[in-house]
């Protein structure tokens, strides 16, 4: 993250943690631009109005989500200084924060997505200057307060360059019952780097896990799952095309305990597979990304110990858009639970669209 606080125009580095890098005033302001006679305050800015703000850190969020352009020089400016550091990002995957004070100072903030500011602290005015035998100096500091938001931002290596996919937005929804639960994540990914008048391309992922609860006696295990993503009414209008998908459409069984690897292009999710697993699709352009992945134990294994515990499934397509847009999926999920005792099956399950659940 970097933070460029202005008054003079004059820059100094100071580094305060990890990647957290603050570029701040070195010196104090011109003859021709005296620092205004003004004792030192801090400005708090926040997710709501402050005192001395002229914005908040809300509203500067959602400028940056809805235009990537504002502050591209500087996004970009940071993207290739944190590849040099071995930290490689895509443009869109960083927000570009301008916050204001009534009295005129100004800080811009570059911040990744997968870390999420919760407060600053802008400070400007005059303080005693050590190294000037303790007269005041004019000086602008900045304290920045936030935490990791769960998730990446960083695109993936690929070869000599980057690979084109960079993080947009992430989620998970849980479905909760009382002999077990499931947690549906997804991921939404857009290339960055290929560049057409006509098209972008974004890339959905998902990938669920199902963990029977740990009960006295022999637990329940996972009867069934699956999960299903499909365009909302107003992205089938921008769709253009399927450009690729994992895992094939059709019958797959990947065994018992192993690991399944899916892959396009130098973006890979992998998940530990038990039986056989469904896929399906609609073919049809205009849904493009309507894919749906379903599991169900098999009698073989209904009493091994892998078949008994934590299901995973996954995949991942890719899709061409109309240049400008973003595509919108639903996301469709549902579990059900079965009993070694009394085969009971009905209440052990839950399912939702959109949401989490409790059943």
Not at 2 to 30: D, E, F, H, M, Y
Not at 60 to 68: A, G, H, I, L, M
Not at 155 to 164: C, E
Not at 298 to 320: E, L
Request: glycine share 10%.
């Amino acid at each position: 993250m970097t933070i460029r606080a202005k008054k003079t125009g004059a820059l100094g580095l100071a580094v305060l943690a990890g990647s957290l890098v603050v570029n701040l005033p070195a010196s104090p302001a011109s003859a021709d631009d005296p620092p205004p006679a003004q004792p030192f305050s801090v400005v708090e800015f926040t997710d709501h109005p402050t005192p001395g703000a002229v914005t908040t850190l809300r509203d500067q969020y959602q400028r940056s989500r809805f235009s990537v352009t504002n502050g591209a020089d500087q996004r970009r400016a940071f993207v290739e200084q944190s590849a040099r550091e071995g930290r490689y990002y895509a443009p869109e995957s960083i927000d570009y924060l301008h916050l204001q004070r009534t009295d005129g100072e100004t800080a811009d903030l570059l911040v990744p997505k997968d870390y999420k500011i919760e407060k600053v602290e802008l400070g400007a005015g005059l303080k005693p200057d050590p190294s000037q035998n303790g007269t005041d100096a004019y000086v602008v500091s900045a304290g920045v307060h936030g935490a990791e938001a769960g998730a990446t931002s960083l695109a993936y290596p690929n070869g000599p360059g980057f690979d084109t996919f960079g993080s947009w937005s992430s989620g998970k929804y849980t479905l909760t019952t009382s002999h077990g639960s499931m947690e549906a994540n997804w991921w939404k990914l857009k290339d960055t780097e290929t560049f057409n008048g006509t098209y972008d391309w974004w890339m959905y992922k998902r990938k669920s896990v199902a963990t029977p609860k740990d009960i006295t006696g022999p637990d329940d295990i996972v009867h069934d799952m699956g999960m299903r993503s499909y365009p909302t009414t107003s992205t089938r209008n921008i769709l253009r095309q399927w450009t690729d998908w994992e895992p094939e459409i059709g019958s797959h069984d990947w065994g018992c305990g192993n690991d399944v690897a899916l892959a396009i292009g130098a973006v890979s999710m992998t998940f530990k597979a038990c039986g056989t697993y469904q896929v399906d699709w609609n073919s049809n352009n205009a849904d493009a990304g309507d894919l749906s992945v379903n599991w169900q134990n098999i009698p073989s294994t209904v009493w091994s110990q892998p078949a008994g515990g934590i299901q995973q499934m996954a995949d991942m397509v890719v899709v061409k858009t109309a240049q400008g847009s973003v595509p919108v999926y639903n996301d469709y999920q549902y579990v059900n639970f079965w009993s070694r005792l009394t085969g009971v099956l009905g209440k052990n399950g839950c399912g939702s669209t959109n949401s989490s659940a409790n059943c």
